[in-house]
């Protein structure tokens, strides 16, 4: 399974919304439990990834609620809706629908 | 709080062999799914191996034939044994817990450098 985001890079002013896609080329959701195996993670520099979001729109434990995910099947959005500056960063979408892929990346900088 | 803190990295001939440890606290290696995932300098993230809690064992094509997952119980350490390395397996090398056994990593390690190059 391919995973695919864009853009590629964004920038955004301080307290706007921040909008990052994933697109699959075959369907995350399983039908069996209705879920889908897509989750989000950021990457700051120098850093590991961070979980972020799980089964496409659950948010971990201590992840600000500005940080959403939503969509279904082969299209999934990550939205940070105010963004502050300690959001700049990579964010990596990846399914584990079957085996684990990451999309290439998004950078996301400061307007 | 889990740690997970990797070492064994280094600088390594193509054809070289390389053997990577992650040390773990706060959880148990034998009882989770962990997972070992590597980023190429300026690159994104590429899933390389999976050692179940049963002991099942997966690998990336890229790596397959050439490396190994393993862990020892004892010590709470994950291992990556990497053989015939080749210039394209240079990447800083993450070890990870696979939450819940489901596929999606909650827990990260700091990684380790691998550097293969004559």
């Known amino acids: 399974i391919v995973v695919t985001q864009s853009p590629d890079s964004l920038a955004v002013s301080l307290g706007e919304r921040a909008t990052v896609n994933c697109k699959s080329s075959?369907?995350?959701?399983?039908?069996?439990?209705?879920?889908?195996?897509l989750a989000w993670y950021q990457q700051k520099p120098g850093q590991p990834p961070k979980l972020l979001i799980y089964?496409?729109?659950t948010r971990e434990s201590g992840v600000p609620d500005r940080f959403s995910g939503s969509g279904s099947g082969t299209d999934f959005t990550l939205t940070i809706s105010s963004l502050q500056a300690e959001d700049v960063a990579v964010y990596y979408c990846?399914?584990?629908?079957?085996?684990?892929?990451f999309g290439q990346g998004t950078k996301l900088e400061i307007k | 709080e889990v740690q997970l803190v990797e070492s064994g990295g280094a600088l390594v001939q193509p054809g070289g062999s390389l053997t990577l440890s992650c040390a773990a606290s706060?959880?148990?290696?034998?009882?989770?799914?962990m997972s070992w995932v590597r980023q190429a300098q300026g690159k994104g993230l590429e899933w390389v191996s999976i050692?179940?809690?049963?002991?099942?064992?997966y690998y990336a094509d890229s790596v397959k034939g050439r490396f190994t997952i393993s862990r020892d119980n004892s010590k709470n350490t994950l291992f990556l044994q990497m053989n015939r390395l080749r210039t394209e397996d240079t990447a800083v090398y993450y070890c990870?817990?696979?939450?819940?056994?489901?596929?999606?990593?909650?827990?990260w390690g700091q990684g380790t450098l691998v550097t293969v190059s004559s």
């Open positions: 089964w496409a729109s």
């Open positions: 050692l179940y809690s049963s002991g099942t064992t």
């Open positions: 706060g959880l148990s290696v034998s009882s989770n799914y």
């Open positions: 990870a817990r696979d939450a819940g056994g489901v596929g999606y990593y909650d827990d």
């Open positions: 075959q369907s995350l959701l399983y039908s069996s439990n209705n879920k889908n195996y």
């Open positions: 990846q399914q584990y629908y079957s085996s684990y892929t």
